[in-house]
């Protein structure tokens, strides 16, 4: 019998009940993929312009598209894979301005009024999205919902009674219990009232066919690689036709193109996991997030008349940290200690920005790039964050003010405690650097299984090495080719991940996502 095999029939006993392990085994599915059809769209083939160049068919540049076709703009937007299959597909779908325990750091860092600036504009976000679910009749499961924070331990008692502070002063609708509605050990939460959740695919979609009807082209498959600056900008993609445009807006998660932003000494990647579990226990309404370390997420959606809860957390660096298998089956030792596991029909994953100071890059990408503009590091926010965007970048593409711009601005940096950070930050990544530089491991190709993948020594170098099921191995130098950290295997999403930025690689050293825009050197064995 192979190790595969092995694997998948291991058995271990927990509590009286047996159940499979399989996450090393099997590739993740994302339940809103699943349960939605997203059209496709053809390559761009041929040199063209347009008003707006919109790069990224995720959320925020589907509802930044959406904005400026109202607005009557000419918009193309180009995806590098298929839109709405990344970072879109892997959210927990909350539409809220409780972005964990935030608002009491933000009144310490940048003041009560900046603070409550960006409250406000979250809360508008969410109103706008609303609005157009409203206005587009758009079918996508949105349930209000109560959005909690809560603590098991002493020091986050500490911090929810600072954050309740905070929503006192900030105005925040709030309430202080107890208890919780679901079964988790809570000493304290706090709830942050009328909140939602929806099914963000199916909302995407909707936008894909107005900003369609409204004039908007989609290409996939086109990847942007570079920017001209001649009169006027010009998108250079993969295949190398060109989209001239008046304005450019990066909303490709990571910006692919840097301006002089600085944005990989900014922000770092992080890695969080989901698991779509059908409980044993009725589960009530309500979002729910822990403050305590491994943070735990909850909230249900519906499959086949039935609640489905998602549970999250395990956020961690890309790659660093443990095996990635082991956080899924950390979400899953949790989901059984709570509301029992009677399935588990899907389980993703999904990577986020996050920036120095916890506050999202919103508008030129530099201070000398009016003509150029960004939407990222939405510190697992991205639902209302790229309502927000969508906002910002259209006004400022009309030349209208915004009375929130000045807060997300990109070439914004708060000394305290900006500085150390963006310090400790790139220590780091040097330190990563320079580690992978000099790992000699002891494995070899010839040491894996179907399946499987590692760091190895191939003619004495440092390597990555990966055998599919049908036995072909593939080599590839493990030099990232963005900014030359060196990539280890994340066993979870069978990719080779980057510990400095996130770039991610497909086995065979295919981008799988940026910043990396070119793949993995392949090598082979003398």
């Not at 809560?150 to 020091?155: G, I, L, P, V």
């Not at 999202?360 to 590091?377: M, N, R, V, Y």
Request: charged share 25%; glycine share 8%; proline share 5%.
């Amino acid at each position: 019998m192979n190790r595969v095999l092995l694997e998948k029939l291991r058995i271990y006993n927990r509590g009286g009940k047996s159940e499979l392990t399989t996450f090393s085994n099997e590739e993740p599915a994302s339940y809103w993929k699943a349960t939605a059809d997203i059209p496709s769209f053809p390559a761009l083939t041929e040199d063209t312009e347009c008003d707006v160049a919109v790069i990224g068919g995720g959320i925020t540049g589907l509802t930044t598209a959406y904005e400026l076709t109202k607005r009557g703009f000419r918009v193309a937007v180009i995806e590098a894979d298929r839109i709405l299959n990344g970072t879109t597909a892997g959210t927990t779908a909350k539409i809220t301005a409780q972005h964990d325990f935030i608002y009491a750091d933000l009144i310490q860092q940048i003041g009560l009024t900046s603070a409550r600036l960006y409250f406000e504009a979250h809360l508008r976000a969410m109103e706008d999205m609303k609005q157009i679910i409203k206005d587009l009749s758009i079918d996508c499961r949105l349930i209000e919902q109560d959005a909690y924070l809560y603590t098991n331990t002493e020091s986050g008692v500490k911090k929810i009674r600072s954050e309740q502070e905070a929503y006192t002063k900030l105005g925040i609708e709030h309430e202080l219990v107890k208890e919780l509605p679901v079964p988790v050990d809570c000493r304290l939460g706090l709830a942050m009232k009328n909140q939602a959740q929806f099914h963000p695919l199916l909302y995407g979609a909707a936008l894909v066919k107005e900003i369609v009807k409204n004039g908007a082209r989609i290409f996939e498959q086109t990847a942007a690689i570079d920017i001209k600056k001649e009169l006027q900008p010009e998108v250079v993609t993969k295949n190398r036709h060109g989209i001239k445009c008046s304005y450019i807006v990066c909303a490709s998660h990571f910006p692919f193109y840097d301006g002089g932003g600085l944005y990989a000494a900014r922000m770092y990647a992080s890695r969080s996991y989901v698991l779509a579990v059908k409980p044993k226990q009725a589960y009530p309404d309500g979002m729910y997030l822990s403050i305590d370390k491994p943070s735990r997420s909850l909230r249900y959606t519906d499959l086949n008349g039935e609640k489905l809860v998602l549970v999250g957390g395990e956020s961690h660096k890309t790659g660093q940290g443990k095996e990635m298998s082991g956080h899924y089956e950390a979400l899953k030792q949790f989901a059984e200690d709570t509301i029992g596991v009677e399935s588990i029909p899907y389980h993703w994953s999904a990577q986020d920005l996050v920036t120095i100071d916890k506050i999202p890059f919103i508008g030129p990408i530099s201070g000398d790039e009016e003509h150029i503009l960004a939407a990222t590091g939405f510190k697992k926010w991205g639902m209302t964050s790229s309502a927000l965007a969508a906002k910002l970048l259209a006004d400022h593409i009309q030349n209208k003010k915004n009375p929130f711009s000045g807060l997300f601005i990109p070439s914004r940096f708060h000394a305290d405690p900006g500085l150390k950070k963006l310090i400790s930050y790139n220590a780091d990544v040097a330190k990563h650097l320079i580690s992978g530089k000099l790992e000699r491991p002891d494995a070899s190709p010839e040491s894996l299984g179907p399946g499987e993948g590692k760091i190895v020594t191939v003619n004495g170098k440092r390597a990555g090495a990966y055998k599919d099921e049908k036995g072909c191995l593939h080599l590839v130098d493990t030099t990232c080719t963005h900014l030359g950290c060196e990539v280890e295997w994340n066993d979870g999403e069978r990719t080779w991940d980057c510990p400095c930025h996130g770039s991610r690689f497909t086995p065979d050293g295919g981008v799988a996502e940026g910043p990396a825009i070119k793949p993995l050197k392949r090598l082979t064995q003398d």
